[in-house]
């Protein structure tokens, strides 16, 4: 059966820790994941926006994070403009999503986006208005592959191993992997194992992984413990826990989270856990390390999981100052409005400077102006009423602008 919501939902966020993931592969990978926490929420709530078909929205947010990156993380800003390409081919924008792949071309030509983003070009051009007939015969190739999920399992099996051992293009077999997956027939899940297993294409390999996780089954599961135990690759174990993601499995990315030794694939698993709200699981792990980049990408999975008692408490415990930091500024990821709360509700309790700008930053990231209103109106010092107005005038909405007003009005004087 065909599982599309399911898939959808779980590709998505997939695809958003692949990002991730690249922050830890080095300069090799031109995948660079945002590091600010402003930039992550950017980057998450367009996801948000995709998952709800939001075009608009997430055009904005990833237009926002471009702008961003070029300013704070350059080498990141690739993977801002091909999203944003990603998000005009679903709205039908033909024409600006290949003016974006273009601009992705220009600034980024060596990006490892470039390949994906000319896919989404061709995936949005008829197969009749291509000139290139053999991509014609890709594009019918590709349908009648589609054809099979509907065709009994031993007619179907064959023809697409047989698509697998062909000169078809990725695209097609990629097709089939997919058909396979949802063929309940242990011949089927055998094959895209032996891809995954065999492939001299890495590309296909991942993606065979990516399929098994997608079937859900548990026959496949387990081929993927197995294919997990044996791999001596990060990037391929990157992949099965995107996998895992896909499939729901939270013990499994849990025990990757607490025994892999390769911090890229630990990583990997703390994020994900982050995208399946696994709060406790996270709470856990936290409690049980005393390793500092442990910690800060725990406290930011709990922040993309929205726990905010978590959170909350770890800002208030005696942990080192940059531990708590990190608390306060992962309670802007969490939610506007309990975040928020939170941090309202700790500032005054914080005695240091950086723990203070620190729970500035996380209702900067929630875009709380009130918020902010409120603890500028019962700031004590001028230092401190200073450091709250200018963070009120990054947002520039109109409990911030009314601030700036009277401020203004009263130091000034009021003239009719």
Known sequence: MYRATRFTLRALLAAALTLAAGAACGASDDAMAPTDKQLNQLYWQGHEALKNADWNGALKRFGDLEKQLRAKEPQSADAAVYW?????????????????????????????????????????????????????????????????????????????????????????????????????????????????????????????????????????????????????????????????????????????????????????????????????????????????????EIIQALGVAGNVQALASIAESRQPDEVRVEALQALGVAGEEGGAAQLVKLYPQMTTPALREAAMQGLLVAGNAEALTQLYKQAKSKEEKQALLRALTTL???AALNIIEHELDKQGGSHE
């Open 84 to 296: 944003q390409a990603y998000t005009l081919t679903q709205a039908k924008r033909t024409t600006e999503a290949k003016a974006a792949v273009e601009r992705l071309h220009h600034d980024f030509p060596s990006s490892r986006w470039n390949k994906d983003a000319d896919a989404l070009l061709r995936q949005s051009v008829p197969a009749a208005a291509q000139p290139d007939a053999t991509a014609s015969d890709e594009d019918i190739a590709e349908i009648a592959v589609e054809g099979l999920l509907n065709a009994p399992p031993e007619r179907a099996l064959p023809l697409l191993k047989k698509v697998l051992q062909s000169q078809h293009s990725d695209k097609v077999k990629k097709r089939a992997l997919f058909v396979l997956s949802q063929l309940d027939e242990e011949a089927a899940l055998d094959a895209v194992v032996d891809v995954a297993k065999a492939s001299k294409d890495r590309e296909l390999r991942e993606e065979a992984i990516r399929m098994l996780g997608v079937s859900g089954q548990d026959r496949a599961i387990e081929r993927l413990r197995e294919l997990y135990a044996n791999a001596n690759d990060a990037q391929e174990k990157r992949a099965i826990v995107q996998a895992w993601l896909t499939a729901d499995r939270k013990d499994l990315i849990l025990a990757s989270a607490r025994t892999e030794t390769d911090p890229s694939v630990r990583r990997q698993a703390i994020q994900a856990l982050g995208a399946l709200d696994a709060s406790t699981e996270l709470k856990q792990l936290f409690d049980a390390t005393h390793d500092a980049q442990n910690q800060r």
């Open 396 to 398: 520039g909405d109109d």
